[in-house]
């Protein structure tokens, strides 16, 4: 069964740092992109950031320069780092298993993890 | 950035009766279109892939279609398992966009 499993979430205050985590089984974890889609409370969906099996990485504009995608496949781990965190990145983060080796539409997805960013 | 404009906002239908769901891109995508399906509380789920394909496990019921701006999600026969938030999403230009989504409600 295809698993992925967010952690690493939490109450931040502006201008801080967190690293999310997503553990990934039931598939081979390097064969596949990985992403990261954001939930705002109450709001619609929006594609972070993603990385491709061959390393390619991909972010919105708004979290450029702030946050670093990238993957363990020794590990099948997929991880975010989030620096220089803002009220506007308070979130539930999914983590979600491409269905090719590029970023396209997300196959499986985890069932999140909170970020909140609050001083 | 591709919009995504998904129309209608709220769409109340009564079970067992059909409803049409539509997504517009500011640009042609080709048919790199997905849409997903989430209820409260919950993950999306995966629906449909490149504008008409069914992801595995999903009913029938369900189908894609349209390329370049305009898609059409079609749900026949509604089942109460079916009332949910939907979303279109577009995998054509990075960055990936999605749109606002269209709730299905009971009428």
């Known amino acids: 069964e295809v698993q992925v499993v967010e952690s690493g979430g939490g109450l931040v205050q502006p201008g801080g740092s967190l690293r999310l985590s997503c553990a990934a089984s039931?598939?081979?974890?390097?064969?596949?992109?990985m992403s990261w889609v954001r939930q705002a409370p109450g709001k619609g969906l929006e594609w972070v950031s993603g990385?491709?099996?061959?390393?390619?990485?991909y972010y919105t504009d708004s979290v450029k320069g702030r946050f670093t995608i990238s993957r363990d496949n020794s590990k099948n781990t997929l991880y975010l780092q989030m620096n220089s965190l803002r009220d506007e990145d308070t979130a539930v983060y999914h983590c979600?298993?491409?269905?090719?080796?590029?970023?396209?539409?997300?196959?499986?997805w985890g069932q999140g993890t909170l970020v909140t960013v609050s001083s | 950035e591709i919009v995504m404009t998904q129309s209608p906002a709220t769409l109340s239908v009564s079970p067992g009766e059909g409803a049409t769901l539509s997504c517009r891109a500011s640009?042609?995508?080709?048919?790199?279109l997905v849409w997903y399906q989430q209820k409260s509380g919950q993950a999306p789920r995966l629906l449909i892939s490149?504008?008409?394909t069914r992801a595995t496990g999903i009913p029938a019921r369900f189908s894609g279609s349209g390329s370049g701006t305009e898609f059409t999600l079609a749900i026949s026969s509604l089942q109460s398992e079916d009332f949910a938030v939907y979303y279109c999403?577009?995998?054509?230009?990075?960055?990936?966009?999605f749109g606002q989504g269209t709730k299905l409600e009971i009428k």
């Open positions: 990385v491709s099996t061959s390393g390619n990485t």
């Open positions: 490149g504008a008409s």
């Open positions: 999403q577009q995998y054509s230009n990075w960055p990936y966009t």
């Open positions: 979600g298993k491409g269905d090719s080796g590029t970023p396209r539409a997300i196959v499986y």
């Open positions: 640009q042609s995508v080709s048919t790199y």
């Open positions: 039931g598939f081979a974890f390097g064969d596949y992109a």
